[in-house]
């Protein structure tokens, strides 16, 4: 079965402070994309870090970055310098080529973040 | 518009009605997905179009679901005969490359 789990339904982090969220996925593809998605409360899901499963450095964007360990099927946000704004739901995801050709893309449940200033 | 779009942003439908639900995707994007997200969830895939065609339909939950875009543009979800279990948020996402997708707001459901 094709699966994302996020095992944490909410962390919180004080402003200026680093937080890891954590994401596992179970695929037997061999090359897939990883993802991390902002959803910010009653706004639309935003792309916040894309990982190719090919590449093994790690992505990173800004404040925002990720540790992937490909053997373990893991996939993990790290976000430094938290700001206020960072507050959202956080999903992860992985895309897949299905056996018809076609592109899927499975999403965890989400950890819900809250920053406290 | 610069992104995408979709309409109604909120609906209320009795249980047995029916709805049609709006997408306008980006301007271009060759491909578009429609996700439904209920309550506290993840967006769960329904359905895939490439251009015109309707290439992944395999996460339509029912024959009640029904998703078309004729022209390879503006996309319609259409539920028939509501129930209560169909409420949720419908996300709609369109794509020029393959790993990159550009949400819509969302429409949200409530069957009463």
């Known amino acids: 079965a094709q699966t994302v789990t996020q095992s944490q339904p909410e962390m919180s982090v004080q402003e200026a402070e680093t937080v890891t969220l954590s994401c596992t996925y179970d695929?037997?593809?061999?090359?897939?994309?990883l993802f991390w998605y902002k959803q910010p409360p009653s706004r639309q899901m935003i792309l916040v870090i894309r990982?190719?499963?090919?590449?093994?450095q790690n992505a990173t964007e800004n404040r925002f970055s990720v540790n992937f360990q490909k053997a373990a099927k893991s996939f993990s946000l790290k976000i430094s310098d938290s700001q206020l704004g960072d507050a959202a739901m956080y999903f992860c995801?992985?895309?897949?080529?299905?056996?018809?050709?076609?592109?899927?893309?499975?999403f965890g449940t989400g950890t819900r973040l809250k920053v406290l200033a | 518009g610069a992104g995408v779009s979709q309409s109604p942003r909120y609906k209320v439908a009795k249980r047995g009605q029916d709805v049609a639900l709006r997408c306008d995707p980006i301007?271009?994007?060759?491909?578009l997905f429609w996700y439904q997200q209920a309550l506290g969830q993840g967006p769960e895939f329904l359905t895939y179009?490439?251009?015109?065609?309707?290439?992944?339909k395999s996460g339509l939950p029912s024959d009640r679901f029904f998703a078309e875009r004729p022209e390879g543009s503006v996309s319609t979800l259409k539920i028939q005969r509501t129930q209560q279990e169909d409420s949720a948020v419908y996300l709609c996402?369109?794509?020029?490359?393959?790993?990159?997708?550009?949400f819509g707001p969302g429409t949200r459901l409530t069957v009463t």
């Open positions: 996402a369109s794509s020029i490359r393959t790993y990159e997708q550009y």
């Open positions: 990982q190719e499963a090919y590449k093994q």
């Open positions: 301007s271009g994007h060759v491909s």
């Open positions: 995801a992985y895309r897949i080529i299905t056996t018809s050709g076609t592109y899927k893309y499975i």
């Open positions: 695929t037997s593809e061999s090359d897939y994309y």
């Open positions: 179009f490439q251009n015109e065609a309707q290439l992944d």
